[in-house]
């Protein structure tokens, strides 16, 4: 397992927009795939949005297409999620994720996890 350290939660109005950063080793983001996860109250936690190691491919919940934007930039060692157009719906606690790379589906296979970071959205 590696380490991973989320930011950028907190409370926003429906409508709005919140960036979430993930941080790790040089390491980490050389070796693994990245992705977000997020875990509604009373709910399993599922796939928002995950990244290759190499940053060329994307996955994205249906949920989050269209709002929702994954990024890497591998100098600062940082993983990103740009989400706008915050709904009710997007309140949840979101989780970086990573996985030592591989050639199977993004959405699957994370074995390390940050400590999460809430999101609330009101109305």
């Known amino acids: 397992q590696v380490h991973l350290v989320e930011s950028g939660g907190g409370l926003v109005q429906a409508g709005d927009s919140l960036r979430l950063s993930c941080t790790a080793s040089e390491r980490v983001f050389r070796m693994y795939d990245m992705g977000w996860f997020r875990q509604p109250p009373g709910k399993e936690r599922e796939l928002v949005a995950a990244t290759r190691s190499s940053g060329g491919d994307t996955e994205y919940a249906d949920s989050a297409k269209g709002r929702f934007t994954i990024s890497k930039d591998n100098t600062k060692n940082t993983m990103s999620l740009q989400m706008n157009s915050l709904k009710l719906e997007d309140t949840a606690v979101y989780y970086c994720?990573?996985?030592?790379?591989?050639?199977?589906?993004?959405?699957?296979?994370?074995?390390?996890w940050g400590q999460g970071t809430q999101v609330t959205v009101s109305s």
């Open positions: 994720a990573a996985r030592i790379k591989m050639l199977r589906n993004l959405r699957i296979l994370y074995d390390s």
